[in-house]
C-alpha cells in the first residue's frame, strides 16, 4: 500500500468524494442490504479496496449467513469487525479480517490484547487512534499490523500514529484524504 491514509464512508453522502479521493483502501462503515452490491461495484470499478464493516451493514443478520453472503456475493477485500466470532467466521470463509477494538482504559486494552491473540486477525483497527502509546504497546504484544482510526483530526495526529507503529490511518475525515 503507497498511501497509508484510508477513508472511511459513515455517510453515503461522502461516496462521491472517496471515489475521487487519492485513497486506495475504503472501510464501509454504512450501507444495507439494498445498497451493498452497487456501493461495492463502484468502488471496485474506481480500482479501490473495499473493507466492509460488517456490524455496522443495516439488513443483515450478523450470523453465518449474513456474513457468508458477503463474503461470496458482495467480494469485499475484506471484513472489520469487533465480534471475536465474526472474525473466527471470517477467516473461516477465506476472507482477509481486521478486528475492531474500541479501547477505553486499561481493561479493555488488556481484554483486546487477549482477543487479538486468540483469533489472530490480519489486521486490528484501534480505536480512537489518537493514542501512539496504545498503538506501540498493542503491536509489541501481539505483533498484528495496526490501523488507527477514530479522531484523527490533523496531520499531526496522522504522523504520530504511523510513528507509534500503525500501518495505516482510516479517517472519514475528507481533509485527511489528501494528506
Known amino acids: 500500500m503507497s498511501n497509508p491514509i484510508i477513508a472511511a464512508i459513515k455517510d453515503l453522502d461522502q461516496l462521491e468524494d472517496v471515489l475521487n479521493s487519492p485513497c486506495e483502501l475504503i472501510f464501509l462503515l454504512t450501507g ?28 443483515f443478520s450478523k450470523d453465518t449467513w449474513g456474513l457468508e453472503y458477503i463474503i461470496k456475493n458482495i467480494h469485499p477485500d475484506g471484513i472489520i469487525t469487533a465480534k471475536e466470532n ?11 479480517t481486521i478486528l475492531r477494538l474500541y479501547i477505553t482504559d486499561s481493561k479493555t486494552l488488556e481484554s483486546g490484547i487477549m482477543s487479538i491473540k486468540s483469533t489472530r486477525p490480519h489486521a486490528v483497527e484501534i480505536l ?52
Open 32 to 59: 444495507n442490504i439494498f445498497n451493498l452490491k452497487e456501493i461495492a461495484n463502484r468502488i471496485k470499478q474506481k480500482g479501490k479496496s473495499l473493507y466492509i464493516a460488517i456490524d455496522l451493514i443495516d439488513g
Open 128 to 179: 480512537p487512534g489518537i493514542m501512539p502509546k496504545v498503538i506501540e504497546r498493542v503491536y509489541r504484544s501481539t505483533n498484528i499490523p495496526i490501523i488507527a482510526s477514530g479522531l484523527i483530526m490533523d496531520e499531526e495526529d496522522v504522523v504520530n500514529s504511523l510513528n507509534s507503529g500503525a500501518i495505516a490511518v482510516s479517517s472519514s475525515n475528507k481533509d485527511i484524504w489528501y494528506i
Open 86 to 96: 465474526l472474525v473466527k467466521l471470517s477467516k473461516d470463509l477465506g476472507a482477509f
